[in-house]
């Protein structure tokens, strides 16, 4: 059994199809550098434990860098009959300094609790890979809400026309469901960053008097693990990661679904940028948004990881089965998926040409002041149940002469009431409409520039 953890108990190797089923090198090989710093941490364990010498110690921390060289040099390979990463490095170690030494390094661990410290390491790291990518599409939305601060666009409820909003404030709220998303990742962090389940053992914990503080202290852990069977068969860190790159797609795929939108000829309210836009085989004039395409799609298969892992985990017994072991693929693709997708997205956010003329003729059609007249008729001193059904009339009388709300005549606006007077027209300008939205949180400029600010201030907090 040349290169296996297991065999005492077994009369023959195992099959070709049980290998092939077992094998996780071509996944878990990723891994590999994480692995070897768990060995280092848990080398040192067994030296302060009385249970290397420092001899013994040196050499294994000798043969662990050597490893850790040649893997970065890429000539590092698991071998085919290597069941996993754990396995395949202990294997190489063991050719690196000898089964004397090398032999040694497992006493005390399993890879139940090696697997569980270590995907989280792996994890720790890529969220903060993960976290600076969405605050760069977060900058990118910045930019362009303060490049068109003074734009006007008609807002929608349903997809029809509401309220004339800015273009900035419509940006922005992207930009905040965004920065939720990187605040995840940092409450995400900061539960696992003090949890490591070295010391955890297959389940039941270890009998060699080894140090988990000190290990978690190595790997860079606040904390270790307080109950070692919870340490080797709990995956909601797993889960919970993967439900963060979901929800970056979903909340991507809201701006994608617009990008898409907004650039058809019905709308015409953004150009693509060349380079970050495609063409067609066939028809010459085409300028497609794949990039926000692939970004709709994508999302569905950041949801998919999620929903699969769950569908793992659900009433899967205590403590460890090699269920987990479908952990990483998901959550890999899910990494993968974002640090691909989310370059290009911001690429395309950041080049994006806004069409705020086009904007601004559309922001007051759709009797999209309607609520303006009602609101203007309150702070008069008319009830809102009436100026409700006063505007509704404005709305009737200029549809039925096929005109927008400022087009009625002051004679119009009396016929309807008398409170209606030409004191009226000041809010039926979509600038007199986004100005009186000036509470906090709201659309009138000098908000939104605050609003901007406040953004900003969040986004040095990371
Ligand atoms: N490769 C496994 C995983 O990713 C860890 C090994 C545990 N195997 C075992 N037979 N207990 O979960």
Request: proline share 4%; glycine share 8%.
């Amino acid at each position: 059994n040349e290169g296996k953890l297991w065999g005492g108990r077994f009369a023959g190797g195992p099959s070709p199809e049980l290998e092939a089923l077992s094998r996780s090198t071509h996944f878990d090989w990723r891994l590999a550098l994480y692995d070897l710093a768990g060995s280092h941490a848990h080398a040192k364990a067994l030296g302060a434990a009385g249970l290397l010498t420092a001899d013994e110690e040196n050499e294994l921390h000798r043969g662990l860098d050597v490893l850790a060289e040649r893997y970065t040099a890429g000539t590092l390979r698991p071998a085919a009959s290597d069941e996993d990463v754990h396995g395949a490095l202990e294997r190489l170690l063991i050719e690196e300094v000898g089964p004397d030494v090398g032999g040694k390094l497992r006493a005390g661990r399993s890879r139940n609790d090696q697997i569980a410290t270590l995907f989280r390491s792996y994890l720790l790291d890529h969220q903060r890979v993960v976290s600076g990518l969405v605050l760069d599409l977060v900058d990118a939305l910045a930019q362009q809400a303060e490049a068109n601060l003074g734009a006007i666009m008609p807002g929608r409820t349903h997809l029809q026309h509401a309220q004339p909003v800015l273009l900035s404030h419509h940006l922005l709220a992207h930009a905040w469901a965004l920065l939720r998303d990187v605040d995840r990742l940092g409450d995400w962090h900061d539960r696992v960053v003090a949890d490591s389940p070295y010391g955890s053992g297959a389940l039941a914990g270890q009998s060699l008097g080894l140090d988990p503080e000190l290990v978690a202290r190595e790997l860079g852990f606040t904390g270790s693990t307080a109950n070692s069977i919870d340490g080797t068969a709990s995956r909601d860190f797993v889960a919970e990661f993967a439900f963060v790159c979901a929800q970056v797609g979903v909340d991507v795929s809201r701006i994608a679904e617009e990008v898409i939108l907004w650039a058809t000829k019905e709308f015409d309210f953004v150009t693509l940028h060349d380079s970050w836009s495609t063409g067609s085989s066939i028809m010459p004039q085409k300028k497609n948004p794949d990039i926000s395409e692939l970004a709709r799609g994508k999302a569905g298969r950041l949801v998919g990881n999620l929903t699969g892992l769950l569908t793992t985990l659900k009433a899967l017994p205590l403590a460890y089965n090699r269920d987990l072991q479908e952990d990483k693929e998901p959550v890999f693709d899910s990494l993968d998926t974002l640090e691909v997708l989310l370059p290009a997205f911001t690429g395309q956010i950041a080049t994006l040409v806004y069409n705020t003329e086009r904007m601004a003729e559309l922001a007051p059609q759709g009797f999209s002041l309607a609520t303006d007249i009602a609101e203007w008729l309150v702070r008069e001193g008319t009830p809102f149940r009436i100026a409700h059904e006063l505007a509704g009339a404005c709305v009737r009388a200029a549809e039925d002469r096929g005109v927008e709300l400022a087009d009625l005549t002051d004679e119009e606006f009396a016929a309807i009431s008398s409170a209606l007077t030409p004191q009226v027209r000041l809010v039926l300008t979509v600038e007199g409409s986004v100005a009186s939205r000036n509470g906090r949180g709201g659309t009138a400029p000098e908000r939104v520039r605050e609003q901007l600010d406040e953004l900003r201030a969040r986004m040095a907090v990371f």
